[in-house]
């Protein structure tokens, strides 16, 4: 098995555990409405940790060589991974069977995004390997402070509101995800013909 079908093959497993984990609890908060306020203190604990600032540009100038190297042979992978299976992706999802071509558009627009992502960050890990001030700019503004609990407050609200729809939306999002990311993954290993 080739590094670029290991990478493939871990990442689906991931995105279907992450798909039934959604199906899951979006089915156990449809049937109790009320578990929003369990779930209510861990998001809460998560967004306190992520709103907490963290300095660690000193370590990285530091050792921007080092921290450059692995972004770069990281993004460089991904995309050399998505180049080798992008054409037998979005040939196989576009074979018979997806509901007026959303499968094909849902995994082209998939590629896109991951493939975008990853020239972006490749772009950076470059600039961090040859000369990091060059994202001072960056640094400043990714340094803004973020009223994440305005936002908190504002999506708990509408969560109150309507847990059922929420719930509905998670259900419907968790299994649909999954479905895709099956066919896929069968496809790819042409278990279904």
Not at 14 to 28: E, P, S, T
Not at 29 to 55: G, M, Q, T
Not at 152 to 173: H, K, Q, V, Y
Request: glycine share 10%; with cysteine.
């Amino acid at each position: 098995m080739s590094f670029a079908a290991l990478l493939l093959s871990v990442l689906l497993v991931l995105a279907v555990v992450g798909a039934m984990a959604g199906l899951v609890l979006g089915a156990w908060l449809f049937l109790n409405p009320d578990a929003n306020e369990i779930l209510e203190w861990p998001a809460a604990e998560a967004l306190r940790h992520l709103s907490r600032p963290v300095r660690i540009e000193r370590f990285v100038y530091r050792h921007h060589r080092w921290f450059g190297g692995g972004i770069v042979l990281g993004s460089f992978c991904t995309l050399v991974a998505l180049g080798a299976y992008a054409r037998r992706i979005y040939t196989l999802s576009a074979m018979g069977g997806s509901f007026f071509g959303v499968e094909a558009w849902l995994w082209e627009s998939l590629l896109v995004f991951v493939g975008l992502g990853n020239f972006f960050t490749l772009v950076a890990g470059i600039l961090i390997l040859i000369r990091p001030s060059g994202l001072k700019g960056f640094e400043s503004w990714a340094n803004r402070p973020v009223a994440l609990q305005q936002w908190r407050s504002a999506f708990l609200n509408a969560i109150r509101a309507r847990p059922r729809l929420f719930a509905l939306l998670l259900i419907i999002g968790g299994a649909c995800s999954f479905v895709l990311l099956v066919r896929l993954f069968a496809r790819l290993k042409g278990w279904n013909g």
